[in-house]
């Protein structure tokens, strides 16, 4: 692989909405599952299934005591990327959603279209 491959893996297994509000919640430290769930109001079983892609990423590390097992971030860069990015995207307005009248364009129905989209 590349390292713009590799640079890609990395950006899409932190781009997905849950795993970027857990990295959120670790920013400010270790936490367990069932911290994170509770917070993020989500099912422990998917909170794990996300933790268990970061942790192949090497974006979370695990450390367990007792019963409990807890995940921090594997780099203090990362909470600085994490900080960074929501900064930028607040100040700069990036990647915004906007209102899109299909019946404009021909379609019979209104919707949201993404300014940054895939294509």
């Given amino acids: ?17 849950t795993r970027l509000g857990i990295l959120k919640l670790l920013v400010e430290g270790e ?34 005591e007792a019963q409990k097992v807890y995940y921090k971030l594997t780099d203090a860069r990362l909470a600085s990327l994490i900080i960074d990015s929501g900064t930028l995207m607040k100040e700069l307005s990036l990647c915004k959603y906007q209102e899109v009248n299909y019946e404009r364009a021909g379609n019979q129905k209104s919707g949201e279209g993404q300014i940054c989209s895939d294509s």
């Fill in 31 to 64: 936490k367990c599952v069932g911290e994170i769930a509770s917070v993020l109001n989500k099912e422990q079983s998917l909170i794990s299934h996300h933790l268990r892609a970061l942790k192949e990423c090497s974006i979370v590390k695990e450390r367990q």
């Fill in 1 to 17: 692989m590349t390292i713009e491959e590799d640079q890609a893996r990395f950006l899409r297994c932190i781009g997905e909405p």
